[in-house]
C-alpha cells in the first residue's frame, strides 16, 4: 500500500491539514521479516535477502526518506518472539553473532528485473549511500561478466535499463575498487505466497 499512503500524504499536505516548516517526509519503521533460521516458519536466508532489497527499492520508488529496520539481531528462541535482525544470535553473546545475508542486502540492496520485450531493469544504492563507481554483472557459466558501469547520483542511487543481454544468469553490483559487493539478484521470479512476517508467533 505504499503508494496508497503516499497519496494520502500528499493529499493531506495539499489540503492543509499537515503543520509543518518542511516537506511531509514518508517513513517506513520496524519494517522486517522472521528469517529461516532460527523461526522454522520465517523466510528461507535467500528469500529472506532478495526481499529485503526489492523492498528497499519499492520504498525508493514511491518516495519513502527513510526506513528503519527490526531488530538488529535476533531474539531468544523459543522464549522471544522476533526473529527478525539482520544477525543471528550467537550462543555466546553478542560477539558470537553471525550475520544474516539480509545484512548484504540491507546494506547494499540491488535488483534486477526481466522485462516482456527481454531488457533487464535494475536499481541499487551504494554501500553508506556514498557516490562510489560500480559494475553491473552476470553470471554466465562459473564467471562474471561485466554489461556497464552505471552513473552513481550523490546518494548512491543508480539504475538503468539493459537491451542486449544475453543469458538468464543472475546479476550483481560490485564496487570498482572491489571492497564491496552485492548479493547476486535472480531473474527468475519466486511464486508470490501468503506469509506472516512474525513467523511462529502468527
Known sequence: DL???RRVLEA????????????????????????????????PAGLH???TSEALYRMW??????VTWFLLRDQAFPQEMFQSGLYFRGQAGIE????????RAFRFPF????????SIRYWGRTPSSTRKAVVVE?????????????KVDRY??????????????????????RSDVSLPFSLAVPKDFRFCPWGSFC
Open 96 to 103: 558470537s553473532d553471525k550475520p544474516k545475508p539480509a545484512l
Open 12 to 43: 493531506a499536505e495539499a489540503a492543509g491539514h499537515v503543520e509543518t516548516t518542511q516537506n511531509v517526509r514518508f517513513w517506513v519503521t520496524e519494517f522486517s521479516y522472521d528469517s529461516r533460521p532460527a523461526d522454522p516458519k520465517g523466510l
Open 156 to 177: 548512491g542511487i543508480f539504475q538503468g535499463k539493459l537491451t542486449k543481454v544475453g543469458g538468464r544468469g543472475p546479476l550483481r553490483v560490485r564496487l570498482t575498487d
Open 3 to 5: 503508494r496508497e499512503m
Open 61 to 66: 520508488k514511491n518516495g519513502v526518506s527513510l
Open 138 to 150: 552476470q553470471k554466465k557459466g562459473a564467471r562474471w561478466v561485466r554489461l556497464v558501469l552505471p
Open 111 to 118: 535488483v534486477a528485473f526481466l522485462q516482456k520485450d527481454g
Open 49 to 51: 535477502a532478495r526481499w
